[in-house]
């Protein structure tokens, strides 16, 4: 199974604890605002996410998704 990390730029209010949080080091602070006028989190180093979901965890704005990818839907049938 393949997964997918999203972060909702637009809910996180930048707090900085999902980037401290990664045992990581993949999230950084954007210097781009979002929508609400917060510096968010974003994956500078994608490549090294293990998919822990502790950022997801401890987000308390619930901005960080981690979603299974399906593959091959097709061979199952
Ligand atoms: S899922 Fe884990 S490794 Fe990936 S960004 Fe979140 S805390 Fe870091
Ligand atoms: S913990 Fe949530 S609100 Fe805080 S910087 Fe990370 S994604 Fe944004």
Redesign the pocket.
Known sequence: MTYKHF?DRDR????????DACPKKVLEISDELNTKGYF??FQARPEDCIFCAI?CT????V??AISEIEEEKAAQK
Do not use: L, N
Not at 12 to 19: A, E, H, Y
Not at 58 to 61: A, H, K, L, N
């Open positions: 972060i996180c209010k930048g707090c900085g604890i999902c980037v968010p989190a950022c401890m987000c308390p704005d901005a960080i």
